[in-house]
């Protein structure tokens, strides 16, 4: 509109805003082109582009989102990233489907995980003043590791070699904890709620037995039809090789969409169908197309959403943790991860480099800003207690995309060498 009124006109902030977006694309494509031979992870260049934005936005005074008043738009577009990442890690992932392959990722799942969300629960009511309901949800938050960051640090494609231990823990982990702590986000809000008789049961059954079993029995017979069907037609020649990737793009929301339908978790639903999904003749070349297409998807979307969470932060955002919230980003990422997955993996056999590697690396990321947004959208808690406890999480995210994007590479190839045991 403004293009096309008379007179001249400078700066008009949607077309600054599609010149930043260019950059910003190009940018990522560069550092998606050489992030093998940096000492840094890409989502450190996309946040730095972010808080470049935010400052901008501040200098120009620009009416942006805000986490709390725009909840809805950063539940769909970190929503969207992690479903296409959660089915992208199903597909990397090589090891057979038996307990004795997944020890370790089932310690993370039911030792580490519960640890955290008690840990960070307690430190949210004794010392960040919150209410038990706000402080559950707290834990829940930032309890999952995030599988769209923890790409970086885990398995490589299908049909790749090497697949160490602790590459496939974080990897297994990252899949599977974003939709095994959405029951324990829910027990929160129902704490913060009004309450009615059997309420506990009710959680019980409903949103931890049923909504986890819909989600992985949906995974699992979905995805393996879906790639059974496309694997026939590939072989009848029915579709076109250079558009394989183009099928996970498909895929997800089916998977997601009629496990969300039947009232299961779609996030579980896209890892087990990603898992599925490779099952199928798993040594088939149409994995790697496909899983070609899911990653780029996916790297472009954490390009979307590191941007949307880089360019929504401000001063005043900042200061709402306190310095109580601010000392649980050290607290959480120092001491409760490497202490929770001490205790996850005693007498677990894996040596002291690869205890090391999982501790350290309990990236927080992308699922945790989606549950944010659901519990903001809930309404379950009061407006200032809500403010605390989505500032405090973005702040432990940025705090661990920094941390965990510095290191990512130095410390992979130390703790993965086998003199690091």
């Known amino acids: 509109m403004m293009a096309a009124a008379p007179g001249l006109s400078f700066g008009d902030p949607y077309v600054l805003a599609l010149v930043f977006g260019g950059v910003a694309v190009l940018a990522a494509v560069g550092a998606l082109s050489h992030e093998e031979d940096r000492a840094f992870s890409a989502s450190v260049i996309y946040l730095g582009l972010g808080a470049a934005a935010a400052a901008a936005i501040g200098l120009l005074d620009l009416r942006w989102v ?27 992932l090589d090891r057979p489907l038996r307990a004795a392959e997944w020890r370790t990722v089932a310690r993370l799942l039911l030792v580490a995980m519960p640890l955290t969300i ?27 590791t995030d599988p769209v960051l923890a790409g970086d640090i885990g398995v490589g494609p299908p049909n790749d070699e090497e697949e160490r231990e602790p590459n496939f823990a974080v990897t297994g982990e990252a899949g599977l904890n974003d ?5 324990f986000v829910l027990l929160g809000i129902l704490v913060a709620g009004d309450r009615g008789p059997g309420w506990l049961a009710s959680w019980a059954l409903e949103d931890v037995a049923y ?14 039809g879906l790639a059974a069907v496309v694997v026939r037609l590939r072989d009848r020649r029915l579709l076109r090789t250079e558009l394989d990737g183009w099928l996970a793009v498909g895929a997800v929301p089916i998977l997601y969409g009629l496990a969300e339908a039947l009232s299961g978790y779609g996030f579980l639903a896209a890892f087990a169908g990603g898992l599925a999904f490779r099952r199928y003749e ?26 949307l ?14 310095v109580a919230g601010w000392l649980l980003a050290p607290l959480l990422l120092l001491v409760v991860r490497p202490a929770s997955v001490a205790l996850a993996v005693v007498r677990s056999g894996l040596g002291r480099g690869e205890r090391a590697f999982l501790g350290w690396f309990g ?15 809930s309404g379950a808690l009061a407006r200032d207690e809500l403010s605390r406890v989505v500032w405090t999480t973005l702040v432990v995210v940025l705090a661990s995309l920094l941390i965990h994007g510095v290191t990512a590479a130095p410390l992979s190839r130390r703790w993965n060498h086998p003199s690091g045991r």
């Open 118 to 144: 008690a840990a960070v629960a307690l430190f949210g009511t004794q010392v960040m003043g919150l209410s038990l309901g706000a402080a559950i949800i707290l834990g829940a938050v930032l309890a999952p």
């Open 179 to 183: 939709g095994l702590a959405y029951p």
């Open 363 to 377: 990236v927080r990321g992308i699922g945790s800003v989606y549950y944010l947004a659901v519990v903001a959208g």
């Open 309 to 322: 969470i880089g360019s929504s932060v401000t001063l005043a955002g900042l200061g709402e943790p306190g």
């Open 66 to 92: 805000d986490p709390l008043d725009d909840a809805r738009l950063f539940e769909r577009v970190t929503e969207l990233a992690v479903v296409i990442a959660l089915f992208a890690t199903g597909l990397r």
């Open 282 to 307: 798993s040594g088939h070349e149409y994995n790697d197309g496909v899983h070609r297409g899911a990653e780029t998807v996916e790297k472009f979307a954490e390009l979307a959403v590191v941007l």
């Open 211 to 224: 909504k986890i079993l819909v989600g992985v029995a949906v995974g699992a017979l979905v995805g393996y």
